[in-house]
Structures are given as structure tokens and as C-alpha cells.
């Protein structure tokens, strides 16, 4: 394994490490969680892993606009996507967890005019959001999560 694989692997456990432990929050407190996102939108998100076909959950910040359900691929501004996001690429069919609430959803990506607004929107009540696009230079995709 060369080096940047090296450090891939560590970012990834990390990640892992981090998510594990905002998901037990989530889940003890009725999908609320602290600390930087003390008061956020909060939701996990279900996919299966591209290559492992294995269940990956997420937690994530999302938009509920009118009953319609937004996430949004920031992965902090870097210039890459995040993986969840490949994995509902290459299968769209998710559940999600807000709250207590458990469903199953579709994935679908947001068309560019519709998902500037949507991105706006959230940028607008979540300046970080706003930092995140201006961090890079790819166009950071929304998803809204369509309940089946």
C-alpha cells in the first residue's frame, strides 16, 4: 500500500469512528444530537456500498422544504464527493432515519436549476453551507430523498 492509500484508509476510519459516535447520539436522543450540530436537521442515511454491497449509514444535516426531503453531498468543501453519494449513484435505493421515524426512500439528483435553489436555500439558514461551496471548485450535488 503506498502512502496516499495509507492515509485514505486512516481518513476513513476516522470518519467511521466519528459517525459511529453521532449515530449512537442520534439514536439515544430521539435523533438529536450536540455539539456542532446542537440544533441542526439531523438524519441518517442508509446506502449499500458501490463495490461491498454493504449496508453504509450516515449521518447528515438535510433541508425539509414543503414535506420534501434535501442532502447535500458538501463533504466539507472538499474537492471530491463524498462516498455515500457514489453509492446511491450506483443504487439509488435508501431508508432513512429522522427522528424516530424509519422509511425507505429513491434517490434523486437534483437537476442544475432546481439544485442552485435548493443549495441557496440551505446555504441562506446554514452559512457553512454557503463556505463549503466556496471551498471548491465541483458543483456540490442535492439530493432529495423521495419516500417510496
Known amino acids: 500500500m503506498g502512502t ?10 476516522a470518519m467511521n469512528d466519528w459517525n459511529a459516535t453521532i449515530i449512537a447520539e442520534f439514536r439515544a436522543n430521539d435523533g438529536r444530537v450536540g455539539g ?4 441542526a436537521p439531523m438524519l441518517l442515511l442508509h446506502t449499500t456500498g458501490a463495490k461491498s454491497g454493504l449496508e453504509r449509514v450516515n449521518p447528515m444535516m438535510y433541508l425539509n422544504e414543503n414535506g420534501r426531503v434535501y442532502v447535500f453531498a458538501s463533504k466539507a468543501g472538499a474537492d471530491t464527493h463524498p462516498d455515500w453519494f457514489h453509492n446511491l449513484r450506483a443504487n439509488p435505493h435508501v431508508s432513512v432515519e429522522i427522528g424516530t421515524e424509519h422509511y425507505d426512500a ?4 437534483l437537476e ?3 439544485r442552485a435553489r435548493v443549495y441557496a436555500l440551505q446555504a441562506e439558514r446554514y452559512p457553512g453551507f454557503a463556505e463549503y461551496a466556496a471551498k471548491t471548485s465541483r458543483v456540490i450535488p442535492v439530493v432529495e430523498l423521495v419516500r417510496d
Request: hydrophobic share 25%; proline share 0%; glycine share 4%.
Open 36 to 39: 456542532n450540530f446542537e440544533g
Open 112 to 114: 442544475e436549476s432546481e
Open 106 to 109: 429513491t434517490a434523486l439528483n
Open 4 to 13: 496516499d492509500d495509507t492515509e485514505h484508509v486512516e481518513q476513513v476510519r
